[in-house]
């Protein structure tokens, strides 16, 4: 059985459970009802109703908010970034989880089309191409090799890159698995960055962008990365981070070091926003957007791709439009 025939049979499965837990409160609510003197086929019979809300929520979060994909703007004004990098525009996407875009292909266009009609400098990407492995490329690859930037399109891997969450034969193959992805990223004409950094040069001036493999705060995720390798020789008077989970941040980055912006993602605001709460805000510290601590920056990107759930309420797929200011 194919991974995306086994999501949607995973997403499927999820909602009758789901409308089955509250076909049972619903039942309980009224034996209850009934004990007060209500009629209990009257009340079971209207509550059934609300056993349709999972699926109508789940069809408008797969139809509507996974192809909304919004453009956020933000500045970052800095004493450090020399003047000849002043209005320099970053788009920083993240988690496309290739798997929740199969059969997606127009969308994935359309993804594309915002990112180029916003003439970056640069596109940084922070992991999480894929789901399971690099076999979610196969149509898409050509897709993602016209996203175009001044100075090129930056990568580091996610903890779903590794291949970790799929059975292998032996470590053998996971390992020929992860180096394939590797090799068609750079197919792509993308500069993976692996715990290493890159130079741009605008005249005498030097930005760094610095690139990790996955590190995580979070024991619940592997860690791959080495930040101290990668940054030997970055010497820009600028530094930007792409590291995927936004956790290293302040395990080894804020106050720790002199990068001056962080890129990460991996939070997917749990593809879920009420009211602008996001159940990520039980688990992360930074999950979505801008945050700083005197000069030193994250921004956490919610992604553009979906995993587990094929749907997205209210923390739509996101494109960040990054520009850089000379205080």
Same mark, same amino acid.
């Given at each position: ?149 001044? %100075? &090129?399109? !930056?990568?580091? =891997?996610?903890? /779903? *890159?590794? @291949?970790?969450? +799929? ?67 970055? %010497? &820009?008077? !600028?530094?930007? =981070?792409?590291? /995927? *989970?936004? @956790?290293?941040? +302040? ?77």
């Amino acid at each position: 059985m194919k991974p995306r025939h086994m999501d949607w049979i995973f997403n499927l499965s999820a909602l009758a459970m789901l409308s089955l837990a509250i076909g049972l409160i619903v039942l309980m609510v009224a034996l209850v009802a009934m004990l007060f003197g209500a009629s209990f086929k009257m009340v079971f019979f209207r509550g059934l109703w609300f056993m349709l809300f999972p699926w109508l929520a789940w069809l408008y979060g797969t139809l509507v908010e996974r192809n909304r994909f919004r453009v956020k703007r933000t500045e970052i004004v800095s004493q450090t970034l020399p003047s000849s990098f002043d209005g320099y525009r970053i788009v920083h996407i993240s988690d496309m989880h290739l798997m929740s875009f199969a059969g997606r292909e127009r969308a994935l266009e359309r993804a594309v089309g915002k990112i180029n009609a916003l003439e970056p400098d640069l596109i940084a990407f922070t992991g999480d191409l894929v789901t399971l492995g690099p076999e979610e490329l196969d149509g898409l690859q050509d897709i993602l090799s016209t996203m175009k930037a001044r %100075d &090129g399109v !930056y990568a580091v =891997l996610g903890n /779903h *890159d590794y @291949s970790e969450y +799929r059975r292998h034969d032996s470590q053998q193959a996971k390992r020929e698995s992860l180096e394939v992805l590797k090799r068609r990223i750079r197919e792509m004409g993308w500069h993976l960055l692996l715990n290493e950094n890159h130079s741009i040069i605008r005249g005498e001036d030097k930005l760094s962008v610095i690139g990790v493999e996955n590190i995580s705060g979070n024991r619940s995720f592997r860690t791959y990365g080495n930040f101290q390798q990668a940054r030997i020789g970055a %010497d &820009g008077a !600028y530094k930007i =981070l792409l590291s /995927h *989970d936004p @956790s290293h941040w +302040r395990a080894e980055v804020v106050g720790k070091s002199d990068v001056d912006l962080t890129l990460s993602g991996h939070t997917h605001a749990m593809q879920i926003s009420l009211l602008g709460w996001s159940p990520s805000s039980l688990m992360y510290d930074e999950y979505r957007g801008l945050y700083n601590q005197g000069e030193q920056y994250l921004y956490v990107n919610t992604g553009l791709g979906q995993t587990a759930v094929n749907a997205r309420f209210g923390a739509t797929p996101e494109i960040t439009l990054i520009t850089l200011k000379t205080k």
